[in-house]
């Protein structure tokens, strides 16, 4: 168990409605990173917040939208979903205060979104 | 940009084989590098990491990984195979600077009884 947990598991959805992911990381971590996994774009990196501010921006689109609380949980939004979006949502955490650069990411277990 | 490539998207050993995974990174500093290994319907699980303190790097479950800078690569390797090693395995570098990660495509690890 990695600490970090992520609702809903599973979200089916229709094309142009709107989703909300959550994250809440392990305990201590103020770094959340969000990543999409789809079989052909592999593993795309998406967004990453710490402490509660935008720390970096990676190939996320303008439809999709994040942020994290003063909790340091963290929702990521997609709308107007398209059939593309459909993925696995990961969302990770590091160690306290962004850590060392050699610290890992510690992954939940994700939430798959199917687009229908 | 930093970036990896995983040679390799499909790899099928017998049990009891060796088990190699290749990786070659992309840097023009010392890279910081992860192998993740993740098991169907489950999150990424850290194997091992290198931090420059050696370049041989032990890991869980009996793999390991040897960082060549001369070949800039940084392969996964385990010397008996078993059912359970069947999964998806992830390299990823960290670029010089606190910055996400970034992955490889993956290699999916079949093992054959």
């Known amino acids: 168990d990695s600490g970090v947990t992520q609702t809903p598991k599973h979200l089916i959805t229709a094309t142009g409605q709107r989703v909300t992911l959550r994250c809440s990381p392990r305990?201590?971590?103020?770094?959340v990173y969000w990543y999409q996994q789809s079989l052909d774009q592999g593993l795309q990196f998406l967004i990453q917040y710490y402490n509660g501010e935008e720390r970096a921006k990676g190939n996320i689109l303008e439809r999709f939208s994040a942020q994290q609380f003063p909790d340091l949980h963290s929702e990521l939004n997609l709308s107007s979903l398209e059939l593309g979006d459909s993925a696995l949502y990961f969302c990770a955490s590091s160690v306290p205060g962004g850590g060392p650069l050699d610290s890992p990411l510690h992954f939940g277990n994700g939430t798959r979104l199917t687009v229908t | 940009a930093q970036s990896v490539t995983q040679l390799g998207s499909h790899v099928s050993v017998s049990e009891g084989a060796l088990v190699l995974l290749r990786c070659n990174y992309s840097s023009s500093v010392p890279p910081y590098l992860f192998w993740y290994v993740q098991y169907p319907n489950q999150g990424l699980q850290l194997l091992l990491k290198y931090t420059s303190a050696a370049t041989l790097v032990k890991g869980i479950n009996g793999f390991e990984a040897e960082f060549k800078k001369s070949e800039t690569s940084f392969h996964l390797t385990k010397p008996s195979a078993h059912m359970s090693d069947a999964a998806e395995y992830f390299c990823a570098v960290r670029p010089a600077g606190n910055t996400p990660l970034v992955f490889g495509k993956g290699t999916r690890l079949s093992v054959i009884a």
């Open positions: 305990s201590g971590d103020l770094s």
